[in-house]
C-alpha cells in the first residue's frame, strides 16, 4: 500500500491542453478583438480564463499595502492578487470565426493603458456585480465615449442580491438595445453563452451580417 504503480502516467501531463486546441483552425477566415471589462474584482480574470481554450495569458501581481487605498477591498476578503496589464484569451466560436480575449483592469489609474488596449477591438463585454453596479458606470462610460458597443453580463456571486432584468436594465441605464444576460464567470458555457450575446449583438450592427474591422 502508498506506492504507485511504475506505469502510472507522469504527474501534470494531464493538464495540458489538447494539441486540437492549441493552433488556430486552417478554416478560421476572421479574427475578432473583443474586451472583458469591468471594475476591480468582478470576475474578468476568471471568465477570460474559463473560456480560453488557450492557456490564458494572465500578468497577476500579489496587491500591496500601498495598493490598498486605492483598490476597494470591501467585502472581498480572499483576494490577493490583481491584474495589473491584462487577460488574455482565445476562444474558436465555429470553424471560421475566432474571438480574442482582453480581459482589461477597471481601475482608473490604469486608465490610459485601458484606453489603447481598446484600438482594434470590436466590442465589450462588461461584466457587473449586483452588489456593486454603480461600479459600473465609470467603465461604460469609457466605452460609449470610444464609441465602442457593449453587452453587460451579470456575474452572479454567491450571497448577492438578485434583482430582475428590468430593475438592472434601470439601474445601469441601459438602452433597449443593450443586451444583459447573466453569467457565472467560473463556468465555460455560461461564459460563452454571454459572449456569444455580445456577439450577436454586434451583428446586429453591420450592414452586411458579417463581424469586421472598421
Ligand atoms: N462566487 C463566485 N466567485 C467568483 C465568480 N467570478 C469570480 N469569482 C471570484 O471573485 C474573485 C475576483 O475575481 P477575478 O476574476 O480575480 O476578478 P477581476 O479583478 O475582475 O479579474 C476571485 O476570488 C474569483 O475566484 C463567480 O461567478 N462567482
Ligand atoms: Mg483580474
Not at 494531464?14 to 493552433?23: M, R
Not at 484569451?89 to 483592469?105: A, C
Amino acid at each position: 500500500m502508498g506506492s504507485a504503480p511504475a506505469s502510472e502516467p507522469a504527474a501534470g501531463s494531464a493538464a495540458e491542453p489538447a494539441s486540437g486546441d492549441v493552433y488556430l483552425r486552417p478554416t478560421v477566415q476572421t479574427a475578432v478583438k473583443l474586451l472583458v471589462v469591468g471594475h476591480f474584482a468582478v470576475g474578468k480574470t476568471t471568465f477570460v480564463g474559463a473560456l480560453s481554450e488557450i492557456r490564458p495569458l494572465r500578468t497577476e501581481e500579489v496587491m500591496t499595502e500601498a495598493g490598498a487605498l486605492v483598490d476597494d477591498l470591501a467585502g472581498m476578503k480572499d483576494k490577493t492578487t490583481t491584474t495589473v496589464a491584462l487577460d488574455f484569451g482565445r476562444l474558436t466560436l465555429n470553424d471560421r470565426l475566432v474571438l480574442y480575449l482582453f480581459g482589461t483592469p477597471g481601475q482608473q489609474r490604469f486608465t490610459q493603458l485601458w484606453q489603447d488596449m481598446t484600438r482594434g477591438a470590436l466590442g465589450a463585454l462588461v461584466l457587473a456585480d449586483t452588489r456593486r453596479l454603480g461600479q459600473s458606470f465609470e467603465v461604460m462610460g469609457v466605452l460609449e465615449e470610444l464609441g465602442l458597443p457593449y453587452a453587460v453580463a451579470l456575474n452572479q456571486f454567491d450571497g448577492a442580491p438578485e434583482y430582475g432584468t428590468d430593475e438592472v436594465r434601470a439601474a445601469l441605464d441601459l438602452l433597449p438595445e443593450t443586451p444583459l444576460v447573466h453569467c457565472d464567470a467560473r463556468d465555460r458555457a455560461s461564459s460563452t453563452r454571454a459572449l456569444i450575446s455580445l456577439v450577436e449583438y454586434l451583428l446586429t450592427r453591420t450592414p452586411t451580417g458579417q463581424l469586421e474591422h472598421a
